[in-house]
């Protein structure tokens, strides 16, 4: 039987608009940015500002979802504070009296990791990726001082805590009407990155693996050859209906195929030209990127992003 896009969701994926980053909070009552919305039946997401962490986003700048399966909630990411994943699960109960039975951290980031300890404390187990989860042992504490610095009396209670399960490859959960696999497919964005993926409902909760509403940021630990790769011959073949991506609304395949593998192997296009030219990387940050210059945080990124595939490329 072929699914029909909900109305929310076909909205989402035919606007052309940015999602949010002129605005500073969309839902004054709750830490959270936005009030969740169910995407499809049982799977629900609060879609994070496009923009930076600040003090009014509470940080949140991702997208949070939520799986009412019938037999239990399973969340995925912890938020970016302990208020952050209360207000979240204030949002769930007013959804369901199902109780949440488990969390998933789509990376080690800061966004998916730090409202781990509410989450513990409600008894929830929190699982990761084994090398997610290396990241938050190693800078856990980095990452909530950064957070602490923007959020000030926001990140009242939060403590760096440890997912409590990891995995290398998958984890799979058969729960109510849901089977839901997380997978690590492969070097992506950052270390640990994971994909959520229900393949009854054609969804795959993508997390940092795709962007379409915002520049996606390369790291100095992100390595775009390899993204690219495991974008190639592991996120296209899931052939999802319908994707909540890590940050901006939920949409399709085709519109986060443009705006990440598509500028991903155009970035790359414009940094070789220049390299072949024998430009250096002081003109690098300055390759042409003007086709995605609609992009929210385009100003905060392109530039660095540019530079640090230079840098990659340079030893390829």
Known sequence: MRWMIPFALSVAVAATAHASEDIAD???????????????PGVFSAIGATAPPTYENAGHNNNLSFIVTGEGVVVVNGGASYGLAKALHTEIEAVTDQPVKLVFNENGQGHAVLGNNYWAEQGVPIVAHVDAAAEVEAHGGTILETMQRYNKDRAEGTEVQLPTETFEDEYIVEMGDFRIEARYLGPAHSPGDIVIWLPKQGLVISGDMAFHERMLPIFADTYTADWLETWDTEFEPLKATYVIPGHGHPTNMDQVRRYTKDYLVYLREKIGEHLDAGGGLADAYYVDQTPYKTLDT????????????????EFE
Do not use: C
Not at 26 to 38: A, M, R, V
Not at 299 to 305: S, V
């Open 298 to 313: 385009f100003e905060e990124l392109a530039t660095k992003n540019a530079g640090r595939v230079f840098e990659q490329m």
């Open 26 to 40: 969309k839902y004054p009552t709750s830490l959270l940015y936005d009030k969740p919305y169910e995407v499809i």
